[in-house]
């Protein structure tokens, strides 16, 4: 992983208008960019849920989906998810589908750096144990669909604003009912 990342730069209608470096880009004036969010799932059906590191400049210590980044200028979001799933929990994925793609928000953390994203959520199989990157994540948990739909229901504050506002189109957890 290099120290710099280029993410994508998007007009409101999702056209490409350019790139700019990942540490430049999140500030109180994020311009509307390119990203993903998935799902790990394991074999017994349970999805992953992690906890950002506290040092995260954005959204510290909450409770998300398993893996999110931005693919690179000529990147597929299937390798971005292969790259950050990778970077992040040290796990190898297969069976990357997107699940809502057309995903878009804006959520503002409260040191007040905007996320600003156009962010389809993909599902993919989890491989091989998880070995999370401490920079990254410093907890993680396998529930049930049933205990993550509850989750988003019962306490919205302990959890990333995109994972809360994706959770109604997840394919996964309307399987599981009302």
């Excluded at 999805?47 to 690179?72: E, F, I, Q, Y």
């Excluded at 953390?109 to 990254?136: K, Q």
């Excluded at 509850?150 to 109604?168: E, N, Y």
Aim: charged content about 20%; aromatic content about 6%.
């Amino acid at each position: 992983m290099t120290s710099s990342e280029t993410v994508v730069l998007l007009a409101d209608d999702g056209t490409r208008t350019g790139t700019a470096d990942k540490a430049t880009v999140h500030t109180a004036t994020t311009p509307l960019h390119l990203a993903f969010s998935c799902h790990l799932l394991g074999d017994d059906g349970r999805v992953l849920v992690t906890r950002r590191a506290l040092a995260k400049r954005t959204w510290p210590g909450v409770w998300t989906n398993s893996v999110c980044g931005h693919p690179g200028p000529d990147e597929s979001f299937e390798d971005a998810i292969l790259r950050r799933s990778r970077f992040e929990l040290g796990v190898e994925v297969a069976d990357v589908e997107v699940v809502v793609p057309d995903f878009r928000y804006r959520a503002v953390d409260a040191s007040g750096v905007v996320e600003n994203e156009i962010c389809p959520v993909f599902t993919a199989r989890a491989l091989s144990p998880v070995r999370p990157n401490p920079d990254e994540v410093m907890d993680l948990a396998w529930v049930t669909p049933a205990q993550l739909r509850d989750a988003v229901r019962a306490m919205p504050f302990a959890l990333s604003p995109w994972l809360v506002q994706h959770a109604a189109g997840l394919p996964l957890l309307a399987e599981v009912g009302a």
